[in-house]
């Protein structure tokens, strides 16, 4: 079975600062897609970023970037120059054959 | 562009009451999906459709049934509601082929409380 894993419940991070969400999953899968979703107080589950599992080079998407570690199982999120907006819940996501499993989610606060 | 539209957004059971959640969207996507969040704990799949009139179990199915006479439509259905089965429930579809392949796109979520 798939399982994925946030250790982190609840971060804090300064306005213009680097944040760095941390996951791991496990899977015996071996074509399988990683994403990480964020959900602010309208409830709304926004896409962040994807990656393929096929794909070494890390996905990057302005300033989300991700640091794949395939061996190791592990994916995490490094959020640069932190707004005020991207404060939320953020949930890191595995899926392979349509079957989608998610963390429990870290709540991210950005401090002014 | 509406995406993925569900209704109700708010909706209160008694236990045993049965009700029906709809989930449209105008995407064209084959693939469409139920989920319950939970306080706590990220999204559970409870029944997925890759195509129309096919519906397959996800990680939580018991106590839901689904459908999907057309394409654009993927209804979830409570029997008889039980008070765990309060939860916020999230529709997603997503497509097949493409660029934006295996990305569910979400839809705001029903919040359903069962007395």
């Known amino acids: 079975a798939q399982t994925v894993t946030q250790s982190q419940p609840e971060m804090s991070v300064q306005e213009a600062e680097t944040v760095t969400l941390s996951c791991t999953y496990d899977?015996?899968?071996?074509?399988?897609?990683l994403f990480w979703y964020k959900q602010p107080p309208s409830r709304q589950m926004i896409l962040v970023i994807r990656?393929?599992?096929?794909?070494?080079q890390n996905a990057t998407e302005n300033r989300f970037s991700v640091n794949f570690q395939k061996a190791a199982k592990s994916f995490s999120l490094k959020i640069s120059d932190s707004q005020l907006g991207d404060t939320a819940m953020y949930f890191c996501?595995?899926?392979?054959?349509?079957?989608?499993?998610f963390g429990a989610g870290t709540r991210l606060t950005v401090k002014p | 562009n509406a995406g993925v539209t569900q209704t109700p957004k708010f909706r209160v059971l008694k236990t045993g009451q049965s009700m029906t959640l709809l989930c449209a969207q105008d995407?064209?996507?084959?693939?469409m999906y139920w989920y319950r969040q939970d306080p706590g704990m990220g999204l559970r799949l409870i029944h997925y459709?890759?195509?129309?009139?096919?519906?397959a179990k996800g990680e939580v199915p018991d106590g839901y049934n689904v459908s999907r006479l057309k394409k654009q439509n993927f209804l979830l259905g409570l029997e008889s509601a039980a008070p765990s089965q309060t939860s916020v429930y999230f529709c997603?579809?997503?497509?097949?082929?493409?660029?934006?392949?295996?990305?569910?796109?979400f839809g705001a979520g029903t919040r359903l409380s069962v007395l």
């Open positions: 997603a579809s997503s497509s097949l082929l493409g660029g934006n392949s295996n990305i569910q796109y």
């Open positions: 899977t015996s899968e071996s074509n399988y897609y």
């Open positions: 990656q393929e599992a096929y794909k070494q």
């Open positions: 996501a595995q899926e392979a054959n349509n079957d989608m499993r």
């Open positions: 995407m064209n996507h084959e693939y």
């Open positions: 459709s890759v195509g129309e009139g096919t519906t």
